[in-house]
């Protein structure tokens, strides 16, 4: 089965369904969530690969998932975002082949192995593979085109919760570009080496023109670049990057994240339209992208725009400047200060980008109405996840009446746990 994400992609882990818990449900188990997530996860595709292929894999590779604490709808501007890695993974058996062909396994989260059709590597096209398989075929596609065009056997097991506006797909592609260039001896740590902002390039590329979903350029950064106990400051444009210190629990708060399970699959043009809005409004203002549209010159832009433009350019720039500030609380250890903003971010993308849906307002409202500092939406939207900014020992409460608020409803439980700043991607073993 695949289903379809809130970006209009396929879901990259077929076996996973809606009613798949998130990986530590329940804050009560929430409260120790901690970034543990890579060992057991990497030992399980190798143990997997081996007992697929009855040899051990030359290697394994893994990258997390992510939230973005704010900024979004903003990296295809130019403009600023704000994320950390999960403590989920996706991790990636691999072992080369000398045939040129590429076979790809995913392990479900029923456990059941998934082959999905080998496939020359030199016949990869556009078009030419559909469903999860697209993903990793497309790492593989863009690659070959970069001169890496070895063929390989691989194992893929995780536990990024899919289809939750958490980029599983992103992580299952940058473990798959890690593999493969780890297999053809390429490290992106050593000097020299394709650096891990031209490796996100890449997997950019192989999302839009393989895949076919035009996304920018956050997640796999995100997967990529992000580090331990730190948000990830990037500058879209320039590629310049700041990783700023975000410890919550010294602070004695907590981003709660709430999977609401809404999975709009409907909305695939959504986020299309929405970027391309973008472009439009841009190219009508004479300009590279809505990067350049100064908050003191947001007035006379917005004047000279036809009024179905005006709100995503409101929400663009406005959002630029909140990740500006949100920066600069936490560059002086002043988290508590940052919950304005994230529910200014989240007010921002449901009225003015309308990207919002019922189960994320629910969550984003009544965590706040339980005492959370903050809340927004995180992702691409139209269903996905939720944050809260909370104090530690608000945690378990919140997430009652978050739950109790779903099930009150008659909406499907969300899934809740705490999150930390996690490793970016990297070889297991
Ligand atoms: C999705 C896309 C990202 C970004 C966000 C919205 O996650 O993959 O490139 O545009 O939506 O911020």
């Known amino acids: ?20 818990p998130a990986p530590q449900d329940g804050p009560a188990a929430a409260s120790a969530a901690a970034p543990t997530g890579a060992p057991s996860i990497a030992d399980h595709a190798a143990a997997e690969f081996s ?19 704010i900024g979004e709808h903003t990296d295809y501007n130019d403009g600023f975002v704000l994320p950390f890695a999960l403590p989920y993974r996706i991790a990636v058996a691999a072992a080369p082949r000398s045939d040129g062909v590429f076979a790809v396994t995913t392990v479900g989260d029923d456990g059941r192995p998934q082959q999905a059709e080998p496939v ?19 790492v593989a596609w863009v690659l070959r085109a970069e001169g890496f065009s070895g ?18 797909s992103h992580a299952l592609q940058c473990a798959t570009a890690l593999a493969l260039l780890g297999l053809a ?28 979903v035009p996304t920018g350029l956050l997640d ?21 990057m700041e990783q700023v210190p975000f410890d919550t629990s010294s602070a004695g708060l907590a981003v709660l994240v709430i999977d609401t399970k809404a999975k709009h699959s409907h ?31 947001l007035g006379d832009a917005l004047a000279s725009l036809p009024e179905e433009l005006r709100p995503l350019v409101r929400h663009v720039v406005t959002e630029n400047t909140r990740v500006v500030r949100t920066v600069e609380h936490l560059r ?39 005492g959370a500092l903050g809340a927004r939406m995180t992702g691409g939207g139209f269903g996905g996840s939720a944050i809260a900014l909370v104090a530690s020992d608000a945690v378990a409460s919140i997430g009652e009446r978050v739950k109790a608020a779903f099930a009150a409803r008659g909406l499907t439980a969300p899934g809740l746990f705490t999150a930390v700043p996690s490793p970016g991607a990297g070889r297991d073993s």
Do not use: K
């Not at 809005?277 to 004479?286: F, I, S, V, W």
């Not at 002086?332 to 307002?361: F, N, P, W």
């Open 51 to 69: 007992a697929l292929h009855g040899r051990p894999p030359a290697g394994v590779w893994s990258a997390p998932g992510r939230v973005n604490l």
């Open 267 to 297: 909305n695939d043009s959504g986020y299309r339209e929405r970027r391309a809005g973008c472009e439009r409004a841009a190219a009508l203002l004479g300009i590279p992208a809505l990067r350049d549209v100064t908050e003191s010159g």
């Open 120 to 138: 020359r590597i030199a016949d990869l096209s556009p078009g030419s593979i559909g469903g999860w398989a697209a993903y990793p075929s497309g």
């Open 1 to 20: 089965m695949t289903t379809t994400n809130e970006r209009g992609g396929t879901e990259a882990r077929p076996n996973a369904d809606a009613s798949t």
């Open 151 to 168: 063929g390989a056997d691989l194992v893929i097991a995780g536990d990024v919760p899919a289809g939750a506006g958490l980029s599983s």
């Open 220 to 240: 796999q950064t995100a997967s990529l670049s992000c580090v331990q106990d730190r948000v990830l400051f990037l500058d879209v444009r320039s590629g310049e």
């Open 332 to 370: 002086v250890g002043r988290i508590a200060d940052i919950g304005d903003l994230l529910t200014a971010s989240h007010t921002s993308m449901r009225d003015d980008y309308r990207i919002s849906c019922l189960e994320l307002d629910l969550a984003v409202d009544t965590a706040l109405d339980a």
């Open 185 to 212: 001896g390429v490290d992106p740590d050593e000097p020299d080496a394709p650096s891990r902002a031209t490796i996100a390039r890449w997997v950019q590329r192989s999302e839009n023109d393989f895949v076919g």
